[in-house]
């Protein structure tokens, strides 16, 4: 079982990376959040946080920037019907605050919006996920969720994809003073972008 790689990053693109450490270029699958992380450090000494899988036919390495995002990984692809591809696209589009946040509240609709994600498999994840997870509720009240769920989604029908809204609208939302009106959140967040 591997932990971690630390080595070179040689070639980066949105679903793979390469990184050379003592002499071999390993292979890692990546998701989105991760490769949105690393666009900046190619020919650079990178760490990635790796999840090893081995399979009858095939031995394959996912990599993530962060603990949370590994972990989470693995909890996702124990649940039935989920391999390792497709729970690398999930938390590529969800970052895991927002996707243990979803589990805990058993929020279907915003599980759904994953691409791949039906809402069948979403209402899976969170019959097999629920307790495991840890719940890492966001600092905002129940009204200001739904305020907040409302303003991501106008930033991706602005064409923003979901980890880049979400990330922004939480920043947004930890510079208000007070829980802010839609438009002004949305203002906020565009600001940041």
């Known amino acids: 079982m591997y932990a971690y790689i630390k080595g070179l990053l040689v070639t980066l693109e949105p679903t793979k990376a390469i ?18 992380e690393l666009t900046a450090s190619v020919g650079k000494t990178t760490m990635l946080h790796l999840s090893h899988i081995v399979r009858e036919d095939s ?53 759904s919006r994953i691409p791949g994600i039906g809402k069948k498999t979403a209402q899976r994840m969170i019959v097999d996920l629920q307790g495991k997870v840890v719940e890492k509720a966001p600092k905002n009240t ?34 208000a003073d007070k829980t802010p009106d839609l438009s002004t959140l949305i203002s906020s967040a565009l600001q940041m972008l």
């Open 19 to 36: 990184i050379e450490a003592g002499g071999i270029g390993y292979l890692i699958c990546i998701p989105l959040s991760t490769y949105s």
């Open 59 to 111: 031995e394959s390495l996912y990599g993530f920037h962060t603990l949370d995002e590994r972990n989470l990984f693995e909890k996702i692809g124990s649940v039935s019907g989920i391999g390792p591809k497709t729970a690398l696209s999930i938390i590529g589009h969800m970052n895991p605050e927002a996707l243990e946040w979803a589990i805990a509240r058993e929020d279907v609709t915003s599980l």
């Open 142 to 175: 129940p009204q200001s969720q739904s305020t907040s769920q409302d303003a991501i989604g106008a930033l991706m029908q602005l064409g923003y994809n979901l980890d880049k809204a979400q990330k922004t609208v939480s920043k947004a939302l930890a510079k």
